[in-house]
Every structure is written in structure tokens, then in C-alpha cells.
């Protein structure tokens, strides 16, 4: 029997089954899920349905073996959560089930469950070098010791992520996490003479991140990883205008990402929702750094050199938690529950610094259940935008693609961050009109792309303190609060009806501020706003 898989369940059109989006028939069906008898009873029925074949065909078969394939099957039908009695389900099915729901109602969709990630970069193996073929070949290895520290106290890093590259192209090398000695040792073929590139990767505050080139394999590497100097001037704060005080007042701003740190001094959190199936709703705090990072790039108003400044400090922050702990981690089931929770709270931008990828060669795919929600978003004037993806000038991951989504790119800029940082390893060719600025390697383009945003090198909060990312999830929030600004600014639209009208004119906003920075439309859009 094939094993149960998670499937999203939505009436024929939108998210919920009304008199215009669904047959009485499915609304009775979605809201007869709600109680555990309604369940049962479709387990039950479902059951029946898929072993109708099954039961004949095993015939004379003794009926001891017929009970435990029957038992098996009743079993692989659950209700994971629900969004509103008459909306959408999470359900875990075997395909057979799915299939039987769909012979039971004919105006369902079932959606598969899609995780997306965050829209951060870092660098990452894909593969190792391919062992010697003999004896003699594999005696001759060569080992590369590791040390690193602290810039600012000295101390041993423990837990650093070291990554190295002998192909950077096909993303083969080796790689390992240091110990409390601050030490890691790489070994690879005595074939190897060098690493490519060599990255030391973290989650520390107040340090960069470290890179290197043509790194010898053999013998020892001291890194010490550079302190944070929050006076000196960034990609954010070189590409777009930090915000003044009072800058994005009115204007709410919904953080779909990994929740945001409640306390940090320089963040304000209106309000939220953990969307996580099997989390907690009322916990909608960090997991992890890269929500509170995209936070403080909307709305940070701390001021240097003992905080950091986002583009709209006065906007309000909403921070619904998609990102979590358990096996839901980034469900798509989350997304939309995140979505329609930010709309009801009246949000008037969403941020979606995340995406999903494409199967690998493959087209980028559309998420039914997330496309859903979008469009019920923008049927009431609420603008999402998001992050383009980080593989590597691929095509643009979704719901970046989606037409209603503002999809930004990231650019950096030379200068902005230590030259023996991860981020040098991001300029690439083309650069802009000003030589100094470049789309970032790591940046998904495309002909769907609408602007591009500071996005290598940005500095802004985390949980402990603040600290340095780069991906187009850093891009997105700049974009994002410079939309927010400009509507806080625009009164007419900030107040108007909330249609659809509401969001193509926030869209318009943006576009009339967007310049170009000297690159093609396929990676930066209409351009860069201020």
C-alpha cells in the first residue's frame, strides 16, 4: 500500500466554499471534517471505496489477511488542521485516498503540501570528490586544518560552518561544522592540490562571515572573523533612503517568515499568529534569525552606532511565524493561513522574503493553495511582495513569478562589506552604470522580475544583537519599506477602498519611483527605488 502523504483540500475556486466558490454539497463536506465523527465517517467511507477492488481481488484469500490490509487502509486518512469551518484542510492521505475524496466530491482540489524555505544565501555542497580508485592513490590524502575566531574577543567560534570548494561550479568540495576548540579538519584526494573558494559561515551576531580563494588543502588556516562596525554605510543604506523618523506611519506590514524577536530594542511588533500546524498560534517569535533580519530592514529604528534604521521605522510591524521547529516547517497550508490572518488584520503590504524551487532542470511551479490566497489578498487591496530566489541567475522562483507579487532581485554594491567576507564571493558580472554595482551571483533573474533591492552584505537585527546577510531575502524587505513609505505618504491610496484598484496603484507607486541602475530588465526589473 502506498504510504500517506499531506495534501492541502480547497472547494473548486478560492479558499473557503461559499454560494459563489462551491456546490452546497462541498461546503457540507469541508465543514463536516471540523468534528472527529465527520472524520471517521469519511475514513470509513473512503476505506470502502479503495478496498472495493482490492477485497475482490484477493478472492479466496483467507480472511484474517483481508482485515489487516482493510486495517492498514482505515488508518491512512487524518485531519492535520483546519482554516475556518468551511476552508481549507490539511489532510494526510495515501494517493488512494486522495483519489477516492475526489470521486466523493467531484468540486474539490487537492493541492500536495509544498515546503519553502527562506530566501537567504548560503553557500552549499552538492557533491565530494569521487574516492580514489586505488590503494596507493588513497594513502596520499591531504588535510587542511581549520582554526577560527572571534575578531572582536579572540575567543574560539564553535559551531562555524566551514565550506569548501574544489569545483565551485558544480559545487563539489568538502565541509564541516568547528568544534569548541574553534577547529575543523578537511581531508580530500592528495589529487587535490586546492579549494576554489573557501567559506567560513554563521549565525553569530556582530561578526562577518569570512571567504578565501585557491586555499592550499594541506597544512593549517587561521580565520579571524571581522567585527561589525554598525557605523559604516551598507548596501541598504547606500542604495536606498533610510527611513526618518515618522517615515511609514499608518502603513502595517505583515513579516511571513520565521517570527520576529518581541523584545529586541529596536523592533516593535503589533501584533501576529503562529501559522505552524502542531505550534502554537499565540507563538509568534523568532525561530531562528532570518525574521527578525527582515523585520529590522522594514522597520528598524534603532540608530548607530548602537542600533540599526530600516527604511520606514514608524510602519508597523505584524509577524506571522511559517517557519518553525516541527514537520511543517514552511508549509504551504502555513503560507495561506499566514496570508488571510495578515488581511483580516488589515495589513497593507505583505513581505515574503521565501520560495520553493523548481524540480532540478524543470519550470518553476505555481502553488494553487498560495496563488488562492494572493489573489483573495489583492481583492482586498493588500500588495505582497517576495524575494526572487538565490540559485544562481535561474528563473525566478514562486510566488515571485506570480503577476499580483512585486518579484525583486538583489544587487550589492563594491565596498560595503570586508573584502575577505562571503559576499565578495557574490559580485558577478554584468556590473551597472556605476562599475561598483552589480545583481548578485546568487540572484534569481527573469523577465518577471519588477525591481531590484540592496540584497549582499545587509546589516540589520537578529534576535541577539544585529548582524550581516546577504540573499534576495534581504532585497525584498528594502523594497518593501520603501513601499512603505511611499504610502504612508499617499494618503488617498492608504485610505482608499480596499479593492484590487488599491493594490495596482501601491504597485504604481513603486514602479514611478524605480530607476534603473544600468541593467537589463531580466535582472533588475523597472529598477532600483528609493
Given at each position: 500500500m502506498s504510504h500517506p502523504q499531506r495534501y492541502l483540500i480547497l472547494p473548486a475556486r478560492g479558499l473557503q466554499a461559499t454560494p459563489d466558490t462551491a456546490s452546497t454539497a462541498v461546503h457540507d463536506f469541508l465543514t463536516s471534517l471540523v468534528s472527529p465523527s465527520g472524520v471517521t465517517a469519511l475514513r470509513k467511507k473512503l476505506n470502502a471505496t479503495v478496498n472495493a477492488g482490492a477485497t475482490a481481488a484477493l478472492g479466496g484469500v483467507n480472511k484474517k489477511l483481508k482485515a489487516k490490509s482493510q486495517g492498514v487502509e482505515v488508518e491512512a486518512f487524518e485531519l492535520v488542521a483546519s482554516l475556518h469551518e468551511n476552508g481549507v484542510k490539511l489532510v494526510s492521505a495515501t494517493p488512494?485516498?486522495?483519489a477516492a475524496m475526489r470521486y466523493e466530491q467531484p468540486g474539490l482540489r487537492l493541492v500536495p503540501e509544498q515546503?519553502?524555505?527562506?530566501?537567504?544565501?548560503?553557500?552549499?555542497?552538492?557533491?565530494?570528490?569521487a574516492k580514489p580508485s586505488t590503494a596507493a592513490a588513497a594513502a596520499l590524502k591531504r588535510t587542511l586544518e581549520i582554526e577560527v575566531i572571534r575578531g572582536d574577543t579572540g575567543q574560539a567560534v564553535r559551531g562555524a560552518d566551514v565550506v569548501a570548494f574544489t569545483n565551485y561550479e558544480t559545487r563539489e568540495g568538502e565541509g564541516g561544522r568547528t568544534k569548541a576548540n574553534g577547529k575543523v579538519?578537511?581531508?580530500?584526494?592528495?589529487?587535490?592540490?586546492?579549494?576554489?573558494?573557501?567559506?567560513?559561515?554563521?549565525?553569530?551576531?556582530?561578526?562577518?562571515?569570512?571567504?578565501?580563494?585557491?586555499?592550499?588543502?594541506?597544512?593549517?588556516?587561521?580565520?579571524?572573523?571581522?567585527k561589525l562596525d554598525l557605523t559604516v554605510e551598507d548596501s541598504l543604506r547606500h542604495f536606498h533612503d533610510v527611513g526618518l523618523d515618522g517615515s511609514g506611519e499608518g502603513v502595517k506590514v505583515g513579516v511571513i517568515d520565521s517570527g520576529i524577536a518581541l523584545h529586541h530594542p529596536d523592533l516593535t511588533v503589533a501584533g501576529g499568529l503562529g501559522c505552524v500546524p502542531d505550534e502554537p498560534d499565540a507563538d509568534?517569535?523568532?525561530?531562528?534569525?532570518?525574521?527578525?533580519?527582515?523585520?529590522?530592514?522594514?522597520?528598524?529604528?534603532?540608530?548607530?552606532?548602537?542600533?540599526?534604521?530600516?527604511?520606514?521605522?514608524?510602519?508597523?510591524?505584524?509577524?506571522?511565524r511559517v517557519f518553525g521547529t516541527s514537520e511543517s516547517s514552511g508549509s504551504n497550508f502555513a503560507l495561506v493561513k499566514a496570508i488571510e490572518r495578515a488581511v483580516e488584520d488589515g495589513c497593507d503590504l505583505l513581505n515574503m522574503s521565501l520560495g520553493f524551487d523548481a524540480p532540478e532542470g524543470g519550470v518553476p511551479q505555481v502553488d494553487e493553495a498560495v496563488q488562492e490566497a494572493i489573489r483573495g489578498a489583492?481583492?482586498?487591496?493588500?500588495?505582497?511582495?517576495?524575494?526572487?530566489?538565490?540559485?544562481?541567475?535561474?528563473?525566478?522562483?514562486?510566488?515571485?513569478?506570480?503577476?499580483?507579487?512585486?518579484?525583486?532581485?538583489?544587487?550589492?554594491?563594491?565596498?560595503?562589506?570586508?573584502?575577505?567576507s562571503g559576499e565578495s564571493g557574490d559580485v558577478m558580472?554584468?556590473?551597472?552604470?556605476?562599475?561598483?554595482n552589480f545583481i548578485a551571483a546568487f540572484s534569481n533573474i527573469g523577465t518577471e522580475l519588477d525591481v531590484a533591492g540592496a540584497g549582499v552584505g545587509v546589516v540589520s537585527t537578529v534576535p541577539d544583537g544585529y548582524a550581516p546577510m546577504s540573499g534576495t531575502s534581504m532585497a525584498c524587505p528594502a523594497v518593501t519599506g520603501v513601499l512603505a513609505r511611499l504610502l504612508a505618504a499617499a494618503p488617498a491610496i492608504l485610505n482608499g477602498p480596499r479593492d484590487s484598484n488599491r493594490a495596482d496603484a501601491i504597485k504604481k507607486l513603486l514602479f514611478d519611483r524605480a530607476k534603473t541602475l544600468g541593467f537589463k530588465l531580466e535582472l533588475e526589473g523597472k529598477g532600483l527605488p528609493r
Open positions: 488512494e485516498m486522495a515546503f519553502y524555505r527562506p530566501a537567504v544565501f548560503l553557500a552549499e555542497l552538492r557533491s565530494r570528490p579538519s578537511l581531508t580530500v584526494p592528495g589529487s587535490v592540490k586546492s579549494y576554489k573558494r573557501l567559506y567560513v559561515q554563521h549565525d553569530l551576531a556582530g561578526l562577518w562571515s569570512h571567504y578565501a580563494v585557491n586555499v592550499n588543502s594541506k597544512g593549517t588556516l587561521r580565520v579571524v572573523l571581522k509568534f517569535g523568532p525561530s531562528g534569525s532570518h525574521g527578525t533580519h527582515v523585520a529590522g530592514i522594514i522597520a528598524g529604528h534603532g540608530k548607530a552606532p548602537t542600533g540599526v534604521r530600516g527604511v520606514a521605522p514608524a510602519a508597523k510591524l505584524y509577524s506571522y489583492h481583492k482586498r487591496g493588500v500588495l505582497v511582495v517576495a524575494a526572487a530566489g538565490n540559485d544562481g541567475r535561474k528563473p525566478v522562483n514562486y510566488p515571485g513569478f506570480d503577476d499580483l507579487v512585486i518579484a525583486v532581485s538583489a544587487v550589492g554594491r563594491k565596498g560595503t562589506f570586508p573584502v575577505d558580472p554584468p556590473y551597472g552604470t556605476d562599475a561598483k
